[in-house]
């Protein structure tokens, strides 16, 4: 199986900080990398790639800009879809950083969770684990 994950939050300026990520097997990711290939070279709703924030935000200066919110609400729809059809699961954690700082020790710190990321991210990759081992 192959997995995916990827990270939101970790600029200071954001206050969670999110790990999130999919896992498939190996045969999986490429007939979900075709049907996203395709998916987004549809003539009228093309786009590049895929960046979440500047697509829900249209964020000036991108591909996404000036997008109607029913076009945004079509290939999002599409987009899940081909994601529900081609993964085996999906997991996501969201840590609030300014909880993270006053409750997490130093002593657990040192042992591999010194960040708000590397907690999301060892946690996610905990669940993961522990989901393999019940299948």
């Known amino acids: 199986m192959t997995i995916y994950i990827d990270d939101s939050g970790t600029s ?28 987004r070279d549809l003539d009228g709703d093309k786009f590049d790639s895929m960046h979440m924030a500047e697509f829900v935000f249209g ?34 954690l969201g840590i609030v950083k300014k909880d993270f700082d006053e409750l997490v020790p130093n002593a657990l710190r040192v042992r591999g969770f010194e960040s708000h990321y590397t907690s999301a991210i060892r946690r996610v990759l905990g669940m993961i684990d522990a989901w393999r081992q019940n299948i």
């Open 12 to 39: 200071p300026e954001n206050a969670v900080a999110v790990a999130a990520g999919w896992i498939a097997h190996t045969d999986s990711w490429v007939d979900f990398q075709a049907d996203w290939d395709k998916a």
């Open 59 to 92: 964020r000036k200066g991108t591909e996404f800009e000036g997008w109607s919110l029913e076009k945004k609400q079509r290939i999002s729809a599409r987009l899940r879809g081909i994601v529900k059809n081609k993964v085996a699961k999906g997991f996501a």
